[in-house]
């Protein structure tokens, strides 16, 4: 197992269009979550997953933020109609889920909204 | 709900400085502490932990002890390096807040070790 795997690494786009990044995590993790890390600042969280069920979003996930996790592994978090206020680090993670695990987390992806 | 307040950077440190990086939380129960550790161009990872009161975290010479009656996690180190240099971020999960293991994240505290 190479750990948690985010794609693409990297994302530039135009303002206006969609984006849709991946996350493949750690095999039998069935907790996955979404940050966002802006410069200088913590990762803050998104949403959250146990297994294909979408447990929580935050209130920083708007409508045209949309999370899926489809059978319970790898998960999909697009962005439609993207702003520049999007420009940021998307980061995934996953944990086991058992009581006192940390969250092992992704490279992240890098989005710039030109 | 959960919060982490670490002390803002940057720190700027000579080599083989004592580190002290301050952090406290707000959570109900009885959360689990972290720390991450970010060097420049990589991922989050975990540098240490600790589930329960009293618990000293320890990895690569970086020590925390949990303190419930403080509500602190503090990060120390007896000799930094200058592969020390990163971003150090305090985290909690759990508690009694929530039923599941969201990681609460402090906002990062830059460590610059000068040779």
């Known amino acids: 197992d190479t750990g948690v795997s985010q794609n693409p690494r990297h994302k530039i786009t135009k303002r206006g269009q969609n984006v849709t990044f991946r996350c493949d995590p750690i095999s039998e993790h069935n907790r996955l979550y979404w940050y966002r890390q802006t410069l200088g600042q913590g990762p803050e969280f998104l949403t959250y997953?146990?297994?294909?069920?979408?447990?929580?979003k935050s209130r920083l996930l708007s409508d045209r933020f949309s999370a899926e996790r489809p059978k319970g592994s790898f998960s999909t978090l697009e962005i439609q109609r993207t702003e520049q206020g999007d420009s940021a680090m998307y980061l995934c993670?996953?944990?086991?889920?058992?009581?006192?695990?940390?969250?092992?987390f992704g490279q992240g992806t890098r989005l710039t909204v030109v | 709900g959960n919060s982490v307040t670490q002390m803002e950077g940057p720190v700027t440190l000579s080599e083989e400085a004592f580190l002290t990086i301050n952090c406290t939380y707000t959570?109900?129960?009885?959360?689990?502490l972290f720390w991450y550790v970010q060097y420049p161009g990589e991922g989050l990872q975990l540098l240490l932990k600790a589930t329960k009161a009293d618990d000293k975290g320890s990895n690569k010479g970086f020590e925390a002890t949990y303190r419930k009656e403080t509500t602190s996690f503090h990060l120390e180190k007896g000799s930094v390096q200058v592969s020390d240099s990163a971003v150090y971020f305090c985290?909690?999960?759990?508690?009694?807040?929530?039923?599941?293991?969201?990681?609460?994240f402090g906002i990062g505290t830059k460590l610059q070790v000068i040779p």
């Open positions: 959570a109900t129960g009885y959360p689990s």
């Open positions: 985290a909690l999960s759990g508690g009694s807040s929530g039923g599941y293991q969201k990681v609460t």
């Open positions: 993670a996953s944990s086991p889920g058992q009581s006192g695990t940390e969250a092992f």
């Open positions: 997953f146990q297994n294909e069920a979408q447990l929580e």
